[in-house]
């Protein structure tokens, strides 16, 4: 990937501070990331080291004690709520779906609300969403409560593509899901990404999910990206966290497909 190419994401010397006066505590000092167009980067790290809030950050929705946090070339502060909602896509770790709204009126929420487009435009760009997600017309109108957890992802993930943003943020996107799920729900995502030229950040605990779709893994950890590299460069990288998390006995039986399908 060219280096000159622009950052989607820009993360410079970010510090998050929560709490006040002597109960202050920092989640991040003096991070550092960029994410490069076409990239699916991995957040990795210990509970605590503010993975989920890294992505905050970049939806804008919270703003930085110290540092910059830069988004398709825009401040992320000045685009938080309902102005990011154009340019980042988000898919929450439980679907986050709303529960009196059916699979269609929930896919097509936010162009709904942004009251510009007639109802039949705003119904096809829906159904057009449900279609890229592998679900058929007469999932449209069953409600969230009906659906398996499979299904939920998907719609979800409709949801976060209906106003066709460049950078896509993940949370957890396999988890809850079996193996056959996730492995399913992987390759959706590999070909959405493929398909529409997406940039993707997510945060992810599976290993199986992180060798199947990152491109770069950024390990947090010491309130910072200790490490931002490829897979394979990050396991050889000497941290207890990362002797622990990819080193460990499910670590290396994740990595082990992954070097099986690089030696074909």
């Known amino acids: ?30 991070l550092n990331l960029s994410v490069l167009p076409g990239e699916i980067v991995a957040l990795v790290g ?14 804008g929705l919270l703003h930085p004690a110290r540092g910059s946090v830069t ?50 435009v705003v119904r096809d760009a829906a159904m057009v969403k449900l279609r890229m997600v592998g679900l058929k017309p007469e999932h ?10 499979g299904m939920i992802k998907r719609v979800a993930l409709a949801r976060a593509l209906i106003m066709d943003p460049p950078l896509l943020l993940l949370d957890e ?11 399913e729900f992987c390759a959706l995502v590999r ?18 999910t992180l060798f199947a779709l ?18 394979a460069q990050v396991v050889q990288y000497e941290h207890p966290f990362i002797r622990q998390f990819f080193r460990g006995e499910r670590g290396l039986r994740a990595m082990a497909p992954a070097h099986a399908v690089k030696e074909r």
Do not use: C, W
Request: aromatic residues 4%; negative net charge.
């Open 1 to 30: 990937m060219p280096s000159a190419a622009a950052p989607v994401v820009d993360i410079r010397d970010l510090s998050t501070v929560f709490g006040k006066g002597s109960e202050a505590f920092a989640v991040h000092q003096g």
């Open 173 to 183: 996107p396999t988890a809850g899901l079996d193996p056959n799920g996730a492995d």
């Open 46 to 59: 210990g509970s605590g080291t503010g993975k989920t809030v890294l992505l905050r950050q970049m939806l």
């Open 191 to 208: 070909e959405l990404h493929a398909a529409l030229g997406l940039t993707m950040v997510m945060v992810t605990h599976d290993l199986d």
């Open 71 to 120: 988004v398709l070339g825009r401040p992320a502060e000045d685009m938080g709520g309902e102005g990011a909602a154009g340019r980042v896509g988000m898919l929450f770790q439980h679907g986050a779906l709303y529960s009196a709204f059916n699979v269609l009126e929930n896919v097509a929420f936010a162009l709904n609300e942004l009251g510009t487009l007639p109802r039949d």
């Open 214 to 231: 990152a491109t770069r893994v950024a390990v947090l950890a010491d309130k910072r990206v200790i490490v931002a590299d490829t897979p």
């Open 140 to 149: 449209a109108t069953r409600m969230p409560a009906d659906l398996s957890g």
